[in-house]
């Protein structure tokens, strides 16, 4: 049976989270952070390109200064649309505004086994477990690299990440994993084997590159030359602020909005600049620090505002958005996990955020849950439903199944019924029961996605990588290693 995947497309509800007048304000507020105050840029790679447009550069700090009217000019040839390729072409997701795509998180580091319930720190195994889990899943759009591959040499870690998942799986994958231009030359040499050499991986990108930029206005050295050799190559690219309240960005949330920003658009800018019109998007998970202990919180109010607008900017700069709404700060899957899950997906989809990542995992992005996995794909499910919103025409409005059931009749045996009766949402994890059924069993949608998962990874094996091209891809790892 063909794979399917469940993104959500033109949403019938909408959220307007900022004014026309409050992104403009924003904009102004970030050009004249990346002006006035700067960005930091540790790499001499970076600078040469940012001081060769028309920035000012300080080599001692690596700070560079970036005019106004250069921002807008090299943001403005950032291509709006494009297509997210899967090794699978009925997998390919298109970013051009009117879908949202759901995807796991990254990079756990520990995980529940899906058998013994133990928390234990994460394999290449387990990896490749969890990506044929959400292989199944058609709730998960695409692949981040749910849990890092700890027993795997640290230098070539993240080119092993990708193997685990292109082995069990044929959707798109968005890799944060690979930090340096060594390792991305060869992620590049690995996605051009999958798909026939490095002008058909320009023309169908089945790999995208997510770097994350060190807030207060600061980048990555590795990840900013990493992700110009992605760029060159083709490959979208994005970067990601996690700026928090009240410590690696102001305590208000507007604040914090200009410091993510202005990282973001650095980024951005820089990669227009040395190859213009190569894919980029912008991609966030602001929130909140905790002020009675300092930690990050990872789900709240300032979460779900942040998540929708965010995507309010990214919209206004006319590039797709990745951001991050399910990965929950809670420990386990439970009422506090679908709290934050749930407000925060229903946000971002409201502004029709292009890609959304999380699913799976706990404890702020630290802690994958196949029970998580299961029961986030349950909410996403709910609001695929949620999203199509009220049809009204003559076959909705149903006038002649209420003429033939009339005054104290039944619909549930109308020929209108049956065919209109598998549009109405069914759940497999909320409990509908009877209350002296459950109290018999006293069991519920933990138990049930945990028995779920284990019947995935007992029973579905999608059909492997071919032989040859998973022996060419192990051998690129070995060069690197």
Same mark, same amino acid.
Request: aromatic share 6%.
């Given at each position: 049976?063909?794979?399917?995947?469940?993104?959500?497309?033109?949403?019938?509800?909408?959220?307007?989270?900022?004014?026309?007048?409050?992104?403009?304000?924003?904009?102004? %507020?970030?050009?004249? =952070?990346?002006? /006035?105050?700067?960005?930091?840029? !540790?790499?001499?790679?970076? #600078?040469?390109? +940012? *001081? @060769?447009?028309?920035?000012?550069?300080?080599?001692?700090?690596?700070?560079?200064?970036?005019?106004?009217?250069i921002v807008e000019e090299y943001?403005?040839?950032?291509?709006?649309?494009?297509?997210?390729?899967?090794?699978?072409?009925?997998?390919?997701?298109?970013?051009?505004?009117?879908?949202?795509?759901?995807?796991?998180?990254?990079?756990?580091?520990?995980?529940?086994?899906?058998?013994?319930?133990?928390?234990?720190?994460?394999?290449?195994?387990?990896?490749?477990?969890?990506?044929?889990?959400?292989?199944?899943?058609?709730?998960? %759009?695409?692949?981040? =690299?749910?849990? /890092?591959?700890?027993?795997?040499? !640290?230098?070539?870690?993240? #080119?092993?990440? +990708? *193997? @685990?998942?292109?082995?069990?799986?044929?959707?798109?994958?968005?890799?944060?994993?690979?930090?340096?231009?060594?390792?991305?030359?060869?992620?590049?040499?690995?996605?051009?084997?999958?798909?026939?050499?490095?002008?058909?991986?320009?023309?169908?990108?089945?790999?995208?590159?997510?770097?994350?930029?060190?807030?207060?206005?600061?980048?990555?050295?590795?990840?900013?030359?990493?992700?110009?050799?992605?760029?060159?190559?083709?490959?979208?690219?994005?970067?990601?602020?996690?700026?928090?309240?009240?410590?690696?960005?102001?305590?208000?949330?507007?604040?914090?909005?200009?410091?993510?920003?202005?990282?973001?658009?650095?980024?951005?800018?820089?990669?227009?600049?040395?190859?213009?019109?190569?894919?980029?998007?912008?991609?966030?998970?602001?929130?909140?620090?905790?002020?009675?202990?300092?930690?990050?919180?990872?789900?709240?109010?300032e979460d779900y505002l942040f998540?929708?607008?965010?995507?309010?900017?990214?919209?206004?700069?006319?590039?797709?958005?990745?951001?991050?709404?399910?990965?929950?700060?809670?420990?386990?899957?439970d009422w506090q996990a679908a709290?934050?899950?749930?407000?925060?997906?229903?946000?971002?989809?409201?502004?029709?955020?292009?890609?959304?990542?999380?699913?799976?995992?706990?404890?702020?992005?630290?802690?994958?849950?196949?029970?998580?996995?299961?029961?986030?794909?349950?909410?996403?499910?709910?609001?695929?439903?949620?999203?199509?919103?009220?049809?009204?025409?003559?076959?909705?409005?149903?006038?002649?199944?209420?003429?033939?059931?009339?005054?104290?009749?039944?619909?549930?045996?109308?020929?209108?019924?049956?065919?209109?009766?598998?549009?109405?949402?069914?759940?497999?994890?909320?409990?509908?029961?009877?209350?002296?059924?459950?109290?018999?069993?006293?069991?519920?949608?933990?138990?049930?996605?945990?028995?779920?998962?284990?019947?995935?990874?007992?029973?579905?094996?999608?059909?492997?990588?071919?032989?040859?091209?998973?022996?060419?891809?192990?051998?690129?790892?070995?060069?690197?290693?």
């Open positions: 049976m063909a794979q399917t995947i469940k993104s959500i497309h033109n949403p019938k509800v909408h959220l307007d989270i900022l004014s026309q007048a409050d992104v403009q304000r924003i904009h102004t %507020a970030t050009l004249d =952070v990346m002006e /006035s105050v700067g960005v930091k840029f !540790p790499s001499h790679k970076a #600078l040469d390109i +940012l *001081e @060769a447009h028309g920035g000012t550069v300080d080599r001692q700090t690596t700070v560079a200064k970036i005019p106004g009217q943001l403005a040839k950032a291509p709006p649309t494009y297509t997210l390729a899967a090794l699978d072409p009925a997998l390919d997701l298109p970013l051009d505004g009117t879908y949202s795509h759901l995807g796991t998180d990254g990079c756990g580091v520990e995980i529940l086994d899906a058998f013994s319930g133990e928390r234990r720190t994460t394999t290449k195994q387990d990896l490749m477990d969890v990506s044929r889990v959400a292989d199944y899943l058609d709730a998960i %759009a695409f692949h981040w =690299v749910a849990i /890092s591959a700890q027993d795997c040499p !640290p230098h070539s870690r993240s #080119l092993h990440e +990708l *193997e @685990a998942v292109w082995s069990v799986s044929k959707k798109h994958v968005q890799t944060e994993t690979i930090v340096n231009e060594r390792e991305m030359r060869a992620g590049i040499e690995m996605a051009a084997a999958l798909v026939g050499g490095k002008e058909a991986l320009r023309k169908r990108p089945v790999l995208s590159i997510m770097q994350c930029t060190l807030s207060p206005l600061g980048q990555d050295g590795g990840s900013l030359e990493a992700g110009l050799v992605a760029a060159e190559a083709g490959l979208p690219v994005g970067y990601m602020t996690m700026a928090s309240c009240a410590s690696s960005g102001p305590v208000t949330l507007a604040g914090n909005l200009v410091v993510g920003n202005a990282e973001v658009l650095g980024a951005l800018v820089l990669m227009q600049m040395a190859y213009p019109g190569c894919p980029v998007y912008y991609a966030a998970a602001q929130t909140a620090t905790d002020l009675r202990t300092g930690a990050y919180t990872g789900g709240g109010p998540g929708a607008a965010t995507n309010v900017l990214a919209d206004f700069y006319k590039v797709p958005l990745s951001m991050g709404a399910f990965a929950t700060g809670a420990k386990q899957p709290l934050d899950n749930s407000l925060s997906a229903f946000m971002a989809v409201s502004t029709l955020s292009d890609m959304l990542l999380g699913a799976g995992l706990l404890h702020g992005s630290r802690i994958l849950s196949y029970e998580m996995l299961l029961m986030d794909s349950e909410i996403w499910s709910m609001l695929h439903s949620l999203y199509q919103g009220i049809e009204v025409n003559d076959e909705t409005l149903a006038l002649d199944a209420i003429r033939e059931a009339g005054p104290g009749g039944s619909f549930l045996a109308l020929k209108h019924t049956r065919r209109h009766m598998r549009e109405r949402w069914q759940p497999t994890l909320i409990d509908r029961r009877p209350y002296n059924i459950w109290e018999e069993k006293r069991d519920g949608a933990r138990d049930w996605a945990r028995q779920k998962a284990q019947q995935i990874l007992k029973d579905y094996h999608p059909d492997p990588l071919e032989a040859g091209l998973k022996k060419e891809l192990q051998k690129i790892i070995k060069s690197v290693e």
